[in-house]
């Protein structure tokens, strides 16, 4: 069974850079498409991004486009998302997911493995 542990959450000011990490277990990383969502409280759990695996495609949210970075570490069984110059909407639950079709978007229900979450708040 596949297993998801974000890490790397916590209380920035605007501005901030933060770098969250999602471990992967149970299974090679390497057979999976890894997304990033994130969610605030009362509204959809919205797509951030993805990287199809060996890092071949990568697609963003237009919201965090050329202020976040994805990247996988295949070795390391672990997926990173570089969050810079952070802004108060930024703030939620950040979720690391999971899919072994060749999908790479913003569909929920493409994925079929999700973590816990980490929480990300950013002050203003």
């Known amino acids: 069974q596949v297993q998801l542990v974000e890490s790397g959450g916590g209380l920035v000011q605007t501005g901030d850079s933060l770098r969250l990490s999602c471990e992967v277990s149970g299974r090679t990383m390497l057979a999976f498409t890894m997304a990033w969502f994130r969610q605030i409280p009362g509204k959809e759990r919205e797509f951030v991004a993805a990287?199809?695996?060996?890092?071949?495609?990568?697609r963003y949210a237009d919201s965090v486009k050329g202020r976040f970075t994805v990247s996988r570490d295949n070795g390391k069984n672990t997926l990173y998302l570089q969050m810079n110059n952070l802004k108060p909407e930024d703030t939620a639950v950040y979720y690391c997911?999971?899919?072994?079709?060749?999908?790479?978007?913003?569909?929920?229900?493409?994925?079929?493995?999700w973590g816990q979450g980490t929480q990300v708040t950013v002050s203003s």
């Open positions: 990287v199809k695996y060996m890092g071949r495609q990568i």
């Open positions: 997911a999971t899919t072994e079709s060749d999908y790479a978007g913003p569909i929920l229900d493409e994925y079929d493995n």
